[in-house]
């Protein structure tokens, strides 16, 4: 496993440089979900996909640019990624990231024994989560990632990021959205989950909710590529990751690109949200 983590260590020197230098532009083609793709996705995805397969450990990758697995006959890992999460806002200059989750026998839920991400901000930031929750920067002068520290969330926190289009949102989440404002909560929210989730983490904790609504009932976010990765980061930090009832981490995947709903955060938010979505049955 360790191989997969210095893996992609190179990975975010190399993408970090193509943000930098490449062409923000949109390619005519589409990825398996039907969003355009950024050009950036395209040459981020190539970029993960010439390191991994060279790994011994790695039996199989998919990606969420990719309809389907690329599998070897060796290895014994899986690793799925989102290779630019974010790449929307790239032309506007705003924090973008790379997410995997590194399974074993599957990609349910249960199958998850690793994850991490890269933030591509002002800075380029690897958080790892293994047993603990571990972040690194990397030193732009000698191309080393340095450990920064170890990462817990508190039990309450101040911030929050309400996903979605709010035009769709059911009412009952949205009297739970206004509620936890009027309690003070602090809207921090860009639409990339990568900087979102990362800024929560780092501040202690709050509340990242991307639910189902009347436009998108399962949600928008993909299980396999950041909801399951992020909710494995989020517990290994102390945190909680649910899909409104059940533990994110307990559901299974029938399709590689399922969505789900999902909230991430610290017990007092995800506790709110448990009993507002009970409250719905
Ligand atoms: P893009 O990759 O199209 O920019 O979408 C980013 C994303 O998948 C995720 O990073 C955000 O949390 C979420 O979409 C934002 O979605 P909304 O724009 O609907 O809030």
Redesign the pocket.
């Known amino acids: 496993m360790t191989e997969i983590i210095d893996s992609f260590k190179k990975i975010a020197i190399e993408i970090s440089e193509a943000i930098k230098t490449k062409d923000t532009g949109k390619v005519e083609t589409q990825n398996s979900s039907g969003?355009i793709q950024a050009k950036l996705d395209v040459i981020s995805d190539e970029i993960v996909e010439k390191h991994l397969l060279n790994l011994p450990s790695v039996k199989e990758i998919i990606s969420e640019e990719k309809e389907s697995a690329v599998s070897k006959n060796e290895g014994k890992y899986l690793v799925a990624y989102d290779p630019?999460?974010?790449?929307?806002?790239i032309d506007v200059d705003l924090s973008?990231?790379t997410i995997f989750g590194i399974y074993e026998n599957g990609y349910n839920g249960e199958n998850i024994v690793a994850s991490g991400y890269i933030v591509y901000g002002p800075r380029v930031e690897l958080v790892v989560a293994r047993d603990i929750v571990e972040m690194f920067r990397l030193n732009e002068k000698t191309k080393e990632f340095e450990f920064v520290k170890e990462i817990n969330l508190d039990k309450k926190g101040k911030i929050l990021g309400p996903?979605?289009?709010q035009k769709y949102w059911y009412p009952y989440h949205k009297k739970m959205i206004d509620d936890l404002f009027m309690e003070g909560y602090r809207l921090r929210?860009s639409?990339?989950?990568?900087p979102?989730l990362h800024q929560i983490l780092l501040k202690g904790g709050g509340l990242f909710a991307?639910p189902g609504a009347e436009d998108k009932p399962k949600g928008?976010?993909r299980k396999l590529f950041?909801v399951f990765p992020f909710a494995y980061v989020y517990k290994k930090a102390g945190g909680f990751a649910i899909d409104g009832e059940n533990d994110l981490l307990e559901l299974e995947t029938k399709h590689p690109h399922d969505t789900t709903p999902c909230f991430f955060g610290s017990e007092y938010e995800i506790k709110r949200v448990k009993e507002v979505y009970k409250g719905q049955k």
């Open positions: 969003d630019l999460d974010g790449s929307s806002l973008v990231g996903g979605g289009t929210y639409g990339g989950m990568v979102d991307y928008k976010l950041e």
